[in-house]
């Protein structure tokens, strides 16, 4: 017994420690546009600093974009404010560098789409490179991200606008990637600038990540180190940017430049990856939360909870009171309500709300939800907390009170989806370390 619970103690001591690893970041954040964050990691006894801009891509008010071909070779702030005034560029509220290039012409290593037009000179998709392409069917934002070991072009009901190569791959469903070509020009094993383009397992959050280095405030990070960091905050996939005096992420509202580029000035580079933001109309979100039949107006919760992105709900007051939960101020994008109720456990139902939604049936648009008699468990700390409903979500969430079914989704989207954290390696790996360590205690006894 005391062998055993001596192992529990350096499992215990050994998860500690790499907690205390992960939280010596010091975390700023800011909101500089509905649906974009921006979050500064600081580490000072590196010294290392990172900035991470998330961007809700399933928002309407969300337009992205990328370098067209006769706007090649221009500072990130220069592209961002059409200096050039080239007929087709649309300012960016955000950008950041895109891939590596040739510097004669200015010309990618991988896919380059602008405008929706491929650039005449850029290479195609290759086994070196990777890509993160978007497009907007339907109105609604779509990105997909290529690894550099497939050869393929963007999927046809992307209707792509835009495209940016790069590599190394970094993350791939959710595992941060270890193996790297030490002769590649973007040099894995050295702390440097770095610059990459993630997304989510849902495809409904792009991360924009700017690298500080090879300067006495961050020193900068490797591709694994830079892997690892991204499959910790929940990116599914990810590739790596130019980097090095080309790392350059500008954001509007906080002054334009916000990163500390290596070089001391912005570096002209090939293509750039960005945003702007557009404001849409804004609607209501309003439904009810049943006792495990859902539709049952006789088991409806009268006590229960709701947030909806965020915002607390307001409830009806005239009788039956408590019955009906109401939200305002919502733009178009994938809406998602949380419930609770004492005696119940928590639910999430998310449905795409689009812009078009709203002008065929109006500015209030329905959420209800079931709940289920339970409790929730204490959270696993080996991943990030499931608040999904036991049961999967079904479109009849989105019918209007008291009516039929007038709302239902049909989006890419019928639930949530959680991008899995780094903390499940790490665990798995001192499971292994303590059964390795258990196996070698019980040897010794026997050998003794």
């Known amino acids: 017994m005391r062998s055993w619970v001596a192992l529990c103690s350096l499992s215990a001591l050994l998860l500690g420690a790499a907690g205390s690893a992960r939280a010596g970041y010091t975390v700023t954040k800011t909101t500089p546009y509905p ?163 993630g997304v989510d397992a849902a495809g409904v959050t792009m991360y924009l990540v700017a690298v500080d280095g090879d300067q006495a405030s961050s020193v900068g990070i490797t591709d694994e180190e830079l892997a690892n960091f991204l499959a910790g905050i929940g990116v599914s996939d990810a590739i790596e940017l130019d980097g090095g005096g080309s790392t ?100 999430t139902q998310c449905r795409e709300i689009t812009t078009q939604d709203v002008q065929t049936m109006g500015a209030t648009q329905y959420l209800s939800m079931v709940l289920y008699k339970g409790t929730d468990p204490p959270p696993d700390m080996a991943k990030p907390l499931d608040m999904a409903t036991d049961h999967p979500p079904g479109d009849d969430m989105a019918i209007p009170i008291g009516g039929p079914d007038m709302a239902t989704g049909t989006g890419a989207h019928s639930g949530c989806e959680f991008a899995p954290g780094a903390f499940g390696t790490v665990s798995g790996f001192i499971c292994a370390l303590v059964l390795f360590l258990g196996a070698a205690s019980t040897f010794r006894r026997r050998r003794e």
């Open 35 to 197: 649906g974009v964050t921006h979050s500064v990691y600081t580490d000072a006894s590196q010294p290392l600093v990172i900035h991470v801009v998330t961007v809700d891509v399933s928002s309407q008010e969300i337009f992205l974009s990328s370098t067209l071909s006769a706007d090649r070779g221009q500072t990130v702030s220069d592209w961002a404010d059409c200096k050039r005034g080239t007929s087709g560029c649309a300012p960016s509220d955000v950008a950041l560098n895109g891939d590596l290039f040739a510097p004669a012409g200015y010309v990618p290593s991988g896919l380059a789409i602008g405008g929706a037009k491929a650039w005449p000179d850029a290479a195609m998709d290759n086994a070196t490179e990777g890509w993160l392409a978007f497009g907007r069917p339907n109105d609604v934002n779509a990105v997909q991200l290529s690894v550099p070991s497939m050869i393929e072009m963007p999927m046809s009901s992307l209707t792509v606008e835009g495209a940016v190569g790069g590599r190394a791959l970094l993350v791939s469903q959710g595992t941060a990637m270890s193996s790297y070509d030490a002769d590649d020009p973007t040099e894995p094993f050295r702390s440097a600038p770095r610059s990459a383009v």
């Open 248 to 347: 350059t992420l500008y954001v509007r509202k906080e002054g334009g430049v916000v990163n500390s580029p290596s070089d001391g000035v912005q570096r002209p580079v090939a293509n750039h990856l960005g945003l702007h933001y557009g404001a849409q109309t804004h609607f209501s979100v309003v439904g009810q939360i049943f006792d495990s039949v859902f539709g049952d107006t006789s088991k409806l919760i009268t006590n229960a909870t709701v947030s909806v992105d965020g915002q607390t709900a307001t409830w009806n007051t005239t009788a039956p009171a408590h019955t009906v939960y109401n939200v305002n101020n919502i733009v178009p994008h994938y809406v998602c309500a949380h419930g609770s109720a004492p005696g119940y456990k928590s639910a």
